[in-house]
């Protein structure tokens, strides 16, 4: 069954300090992994977006990375801001016939000052 | 600036009643995608529309209707059948086919009255 696991469900962090999420995937075949934030009460935002090739991709102050041998990805913030607050969702592209995709939960992030 | 729009931002439904949930685009994108968002689970499909007036069912269609009469419109009826409606509905849309969705909406949240 394809599974998209994000841990941890929810993290407070201080400002300024680094943290790291991480999401599991048992989807097979792969295609693609994107990385998402959503606001409380807006829709996602794309982040990062990586192929099976593709082992780290940055936006800025975050990081995601991808080892396709363990199926697992994280994504790293740097020095995080009260505006990183927010919700991340791991999504995971099954590449076959309709190429669909499965959404993790996501992980709650609070970045407190 | 390009985008979609989503409205209402709050709905409330009686019981046995039906109600239509907009979702308008102007970066004229080809598909678009209907989701649903519950508190700890990812993202599911309900319906998405590669073309003007085709569409598809996705994961969890029963007890929804669309239409795409229109490239730059995707409305999404929650009928009475639709026993558990209390949700926060996403619309989405992207350049191409295949399941990715590119942009957001800044979604609806449905309530039972």
């Known amino acids: 069954k394809n599974q998209v696991e994000q841990s941890p469900q929810s993290l407070i962090i201080l400002e300024g300090k680094n943290c790291t999420l991480q999401?599991?995937?048992?989807?097979?075949?792969?295609?693609?992994l994107r990385w998402y934030k959503q606001d409380t009460g807006r829709g996602p935002v794309s982040l990062t977006i990586?192929?099976?090739?593709?082992n780290t991709k940055s936006n800025g102050r975050y990081t995601a990375t991808l080892d396709a041998d363990t199926k697992q990805s994280s994504l790293h913030i740097t020095a995080s801001q009260l505006s990183d607050s927010a919700s991340y969702i791991c999504?995971?592209?099954?590449?076959?016939?309709?190429?669909?995709?499965?959404f993790g939960a996501g992980t709650i992030l609070r970045v407190k000052s | 600036d390009g985008g979609i729009t989503q409205s209402p931002k709050y709905l409330f439904r009686k019981e046995g009643q039906n109600v239509t949930l907009s979702c308008e685009q102007n970066?004229?994108?080809?598909?678009m995608y209907w989701y649903r968002q519950d508190p700890g689970q990812g993202l599911r499909l309900i319906y998405y529309?590669?073309?003007?007036?085709?569409?598809q069912k996705g994961d969890i269609a029963e007890g929804y209707s669309v239409s795409r009469e229109k490239k730059e419109s995707f409305p999404l009826t929650v009928t009475s059948a639709q026993k558990n409606p209390t949700a926060f509905y996403l619309c989405?849309?992207?350049?191409?086919?295949?399941?990715?969705?590119?942009?957001f909406g800044d979604g609806t949240r449905l309530s039972i009255l």
């Open positions: 999401c599991n995937y048992t989807v097979s075949p792969f295609s693609n």
């Open positions: 529309s590669q073309i003007v007036n085709d569409f």
């Open positions: 970066l004229n994108h080809d598909a």
């Open positions: 999504v995971v592209r099954v590449m076959e016939y309709g190429n669909k995709l499965v």
């Open positions: 989405a849309s992207s350049t191409g086919q295949g399941y990715q969705p590119q942009h």
């Open positions: 990586m192929t099976f090739s593709e």
